[in-house]
């Protein structure tokens, strides 16, 4: 099977869709589901991801984010990486937990985020279980609507504002677009999808090809990743050393900043640590935790970060 078209610009803004293997469910419960929004949440710190909006299925899930640092792969090689080591750990099963690599449609912001917010919103609705977007608990619908509490990682400032300038307003006018959609007449995204990779108009759609789709390099998938401003691996080491000294702490401490905030893949910390990927990750979650517990830590690692230039990442 041939690979999916990768279209990454800094600034893109997409539709990812992954599904489990054979169409099998990738959520059994709540826990599940939870632990899948924390890999949301630290794809937005460690890579910088803006995530507009999302919808969890029990057999796949919708997202609508934003890569300001042209970085979709990284992105979710980390989230359904991760996740599926995590779920095949708590379930002791071996294997791909998701079908194929995941489907990603490059989207014109300005002109389709707002449907698109509601197609994704209204998924459970056409699936027959719920009778209200609003009522299903696993999507962003219910922070959009000023209903529960919005989580930090997420962002519903660009689409609300397309209802209106006043938060209160807009939540209210996002719920009255919400009850307008007619399932028969409605708009679908495949109806404005264009060879399955993007999604807008025929301007947009000219300006993607003209810029990145050259037909010389049809057979690969183009552009390759562009440079990514990271963090130097060896100038967190240093700094974590001169902080924590050359501990096991200090080393633990290193690792999980280096996953955090390097940008850098498992497998590139792992070498530089000793590690497994899944070595880094378990590193990096144990001391995560031991932060919550421990005021001390908390402020050498926010000193090593100042230091490094890591605070405003």
Known sequence: MARQLRIEYN??????????????NIFA????????????????????????????MNNHYH??????????????????????????????????????RYKSILVEKDAYALELSRYIHLNPVRAGVACRAEEYKWSSCR?????????????????????SGQIEEAQQGYGRFLEGYDEKAGWKPENDTEASILL???????EIKREYLDPQQ?????????????????EIIGQAEAV???????????????HRYSGRGLREIGALFGLSESGVSQVARRFERLLLEDGDLQERVQKVKDTAGMSNM
């Not at 209903?147 to 209802?163: A, Q, R, Y």
């Open 29 to 56: 419960d709540d826990k599940d589901r939870y632990t899948f929004l924390s890999y949301l949440a630290c794809a937005v710190e460690r890579y910088e991801a803006v995530i507009h909006s999302y919808c969890l």
């Open 244 to 258: 924590f000294g050359e501990g096991r702490t200090g080393r633990k401490a290193a690792i999980y900043l280096s």
């Open 200 to 206: 807008g108009g025929k301007t947009f759609v000219e």
């Open 11 to 24: 600034g893109a803004f997409y539709h990812v869709i992954s599904r489990g293997i054979e169409r099998r």
């Open 63 to 100: 997202l609508m984010l934003e890569t300001p640092q042209s970085n979709l792969s990284q992105i979710m090689r980390h989230i359904n990486s991760e996740y599926a080591a995590c779920f095949n750990a708590r379930y002791k099963r071996i294997g791909p937990l998701f079908q194929g």
């Open 218 to 234: 049809a057979t690969r998938d183009i552009p390759q990743l562009r440079s990514l401003k990271k963090q130097s691996l060896q």
């Open 143 to 163: 922070a959009y609507l000023g209903l529960e509490g919005k989580p930090s990682w997420l962002k519903t400032e660009f689409i609300l504002s397309c209802v």
